[in-house]
């Protein structure tokens, strides 16, 4: 895999590692609601208030830097980090654009970023990422970013799928015209992409694993962390995870 290197992007992590690396490999785009910078202020602002402060952050599955760029003001020195060359290199075009200086490009996975990290963090964010992730990577994600981050500090997971409301999302019970005959053409689509997608080896959506928030929760306690959850504004089927050490 290619990646044309910047000054501030960093190369660290070159063989795929699962299906959603192929997945993101030329994406350029973080699937936002709405992709206009309005949206996406609104969406930042919402995000900055969970943050709450600190002078560094990291952003882990940054993507094209749509967020980050709108965290930037609002901190001393930030790094974002994901897997993917093309989200990057629009993150770079985009951080260019708007003329942030004091953010960094790291290309790596959730495992190979540690050992890349020159400072701790105060906090360490992910803003719809974590459901590309199983539990036992959020285990050892949670157990590594609890060694790179300053002792008040904060990891929070923005936009995490709700077990509970995804499927009724998927259903289409959310949307302005509900109605049974497309709940059920909605469920037969659903089974057509599952079969096609498993038939062709690859993701059925962009969506991913739903993570239920207790079990968060508990991965969360057992490496010495409190976990709040709150309904995310903009998803009505997604929560963010706020921890914090006790
Ligand atoms: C839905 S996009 C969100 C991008 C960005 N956080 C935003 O809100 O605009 C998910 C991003 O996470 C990245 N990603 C997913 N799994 C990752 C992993 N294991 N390591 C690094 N990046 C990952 C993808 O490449 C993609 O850019």
Avoid at 158 to 185: I, M
Wanted: glycine residues 6%.
């Amino acid at each position: 895999m290619e990646v044309e290197s910047t000054e501030r992007m960093k190369k660290v992590h070159v063989k795929p590692i699962n299906i959603w690396e192929d997945f993101f490999k030329d994406k350029t785009h973080g699937g936002h609601r709405y992709s206009t910078e309005e949206f996406l202020a609104l969406e930042a602002r919402e995000k900055l208030f969970h943050l709450d402060g600190g002078k560094t952050l990291l952003d882990f599955g940054c993507g094209s830097a749509e967020l980050l760029t709108y965290y930037a003001p609002k901190y001393e020195k930030l790094v974002g980090v994901d897997f993917s060359p093309s989200m990057l290199r629009e993150a770079d075009k985009r951080i260019k654009e708007k003329g942030c200086n004091n953010i960094d490009l790291i290309l790596a996975n959730h495992e190979t970023l540690w050992d890349h990290l020159q400072f701790p963090f105060d906090r360490i964010t992910a803003a719809g990422v974590i459901q590309y992730l199983t539990f036992q990577e959020i285990d050892a994600f949670i157990a590594n970013a609890s060694k790179y981050l300053n002792p008040d500090g904060k990891i929070v997971f923005f936009d995490v799928l709700d077990p509970r409301l995804y499927p009724l999302w998927k259903l289409g019970l959310f949307a302005p015209k509900a109605g049974v005959l497309k709940a059920l053409y909605r469920i037969w689509c659903d089974l057509w992409y599952s079969i096609s997608a498993t038939l062709k080896n690859r993701p059925r959506n962009i969506y991913g694993f739903s993570h239920n928030p207790y079990k968060l929760q508990e991965i969360a306690n057992k490496h010495g962390f409190e976990m709040r959850y709150v309904q995310s504004m903009y998803y009505e089927y997604k929560y963010h995870a706020i921890m914090f050490r006790t």
